[in-house]
């Protein structure tokens, strides 16, 4: 059985941009944890999976302050990058304010002193699955109406105005 690519496009229009970010953010529990992946994604041009393979270590100083730039190897091309979080300083602040709090109201689960950046939240020794996002991305399509949501979505839209 074959099973048909799914055609992923990017974000063109701004209103639609902003409708899936609020989505993201409201919708889910993890809401937060979800939309600053989205927002990664699009600042830095990373593929989905080297988001997620992200470490706290890689984006926060010791004191939770967001760093200037970020190095990773790409996975899939062993390439070297550097990432410049500027434009995206303000949500992974947010996003370490509120993983602190997530902890905080859940004891149980060790979300906050993972080392992932985006630990799942049912196992957080592991950073969120690539299928799990692409199941976050495809139910934001569905509320919206939106079939061309995908994980790779994130890195095709560039800046809209």
Known sequence: MNKKAKIVKPIKDAWVLKSVQDCLHDKFETGVR?????????????????????????????????????????????????????????????YYDWLEKWQKDHPAQQVFTSEWLFPSFTNPDKHIDRKRYYMIMHRVGEILNIPYLGTHTMRKTETVK
């Open 34 to 94: 979800n939309y600053t992946i989205f927002q990664v994604g699009k600042a830095t041009l990373l593929r989905v999976s080297d988001v997620l393979k992200l470490k706290k270590s890689d984006v926060y100083d010791y004191d939770g302050s967001v760093k200037r730039n970020a190095y990773t190897i790409d996975k899939k091309t062993k390439k070297r990058n550097v990432l410049y979080l500027k434009p995206v300083v303000k949500d992974l602040q947010e």
